[in-house]
């Protein structure tokens, strides 16, 4: 069974960096999955979608509103899929997920719709 788990959510202060984990397990990113990105939830606000990563390729897609602030990236030799967050904001206080897909979705955008497998998230809050 296919699972996703996050962490290294926390609390920091505005501009303060964070990093993001997602461990899966019951597949291998390079073997089953063609698409990870990661997401986050405001309370109120719809699920939103940051980064997006294509496992065959390597191309990346960012939301404009974490461009040049957010990494999307993977450990060498294993298959953790982190999110390297910078000069965190108080608006980028959310839940945060990981999702995955069988599918190369990257030039479709990052829509939650498409993305199959979800972790249960990790709370990242950003005090002023």
């Known amino acids: 069974q296919v699972q996703l788990v996050e962490s290294g959510g926390g609390s920091v202060q505005a501009g303060g960096s964070l990093r993001l984990s997602c461990t899966p397990s019951?597949?291998?990113?390079?073997?089953?999955?063609?698409?990870m990105a990661w997401f986050r939830q405001a309370p109120g606000r719809e699920r939103e979608g940051l980064a997006a990563?294509?496992?065959?390729?390597?191309?990346?897609l960012y939301a404009d509103s974490v461009k040049d602030r957010f990494i999307i990236s993977r450990h060498n030799t294993n298959v953790i899929l982190y999110l390297e967050m910078s000069n965190l904001k108080p608006d980028d206080t959310a839940m945060y997920y990981c999702?995955?897909?069988?599918?190369?979705?990257?030039?479709?955008?990052?829509?939650?719709?498409?993305?199959?497998?979800w972790g249960q998230g990790t709370q990242v809050t950003v005090s002023s």
């Open positions: 999702a995955a897909a069988q599918s190369r979705l990257i030039r479709t955008g990052i829509r939650p719709s498409d993305y199959k497998y």
């Open positions: 019951g597949y291998t990113i390079n073997n089953a999955f063609y698409s």
């Open positions: 990563v294509d496992l065959v390729d390597w191309q990346t």
